[in-house]
Nanobody, 124 residues
Framework: QVQLVESGGGLVQAGGSLRLSCAAS????????MGWFRQAPGKEREFVAT????????AYADSVKGRFTISRDNTKNTVYLQMNSLKPDDTAVYYC?????????????????WGQGTQVTVSS
């Protein structure tokens, strides 16, 4: 069982930055592929970014590529999402998730463990 707790959300103006953190309870954190997803009101949950177990491989949704950066610190059991040049369309609840799949994946169903989410609101 893996417990995930996100933090760092909030209200920011367009063009601003936020850094989300996700702390994991698992002693074997480094054995999990990690991902960030988001869900805006009335929309499906969508993939944002994923990172391999070692942190050496990352992948992003086209909508955030070049603006967001995912990273992880396996010594702290934490994954991060640095969000720059934020836009109102980035407004959503952001979730981190852990997958037992050994390679980075964008597929929601391959993530077994989910956090409770943190709200990000970008004002225009």
């Amino acid at each position: 069982q893996v417990q995930l707790v996100e933090s760092g959300g909030g209200l920011v103006q367009a063009g601003g930055s936020l850094r989300l953190s996700c702390a994991a309870s698992a002693r074997t954190f480094s054995s999990y592929t990690m991902g960030w997803f988001r869900q805006a009101p009335g929309k499906e949950r969508e993939f944002v970014a994923t990172i391999s177990r070692s942190g050496g491989i990352t992948a992003y949704a086209d909508s955030v590529k070049g603006r967001f950066t995912i990273s992880r610190d396996n010594t702290k059991n934490t994954v991060y999402l640095q969000m720059n040049s934020l836009k109102p369309d980035d407004t959503a609840v952001y979730y981190c998730a852990a997958s037992g799949v050994p390679i980075p994946t964008k597929l929601t169903y391959q993530y077994k463990y989910w956090g409770q989410g943190t709200q990000v609101t970008v004002s225009s």
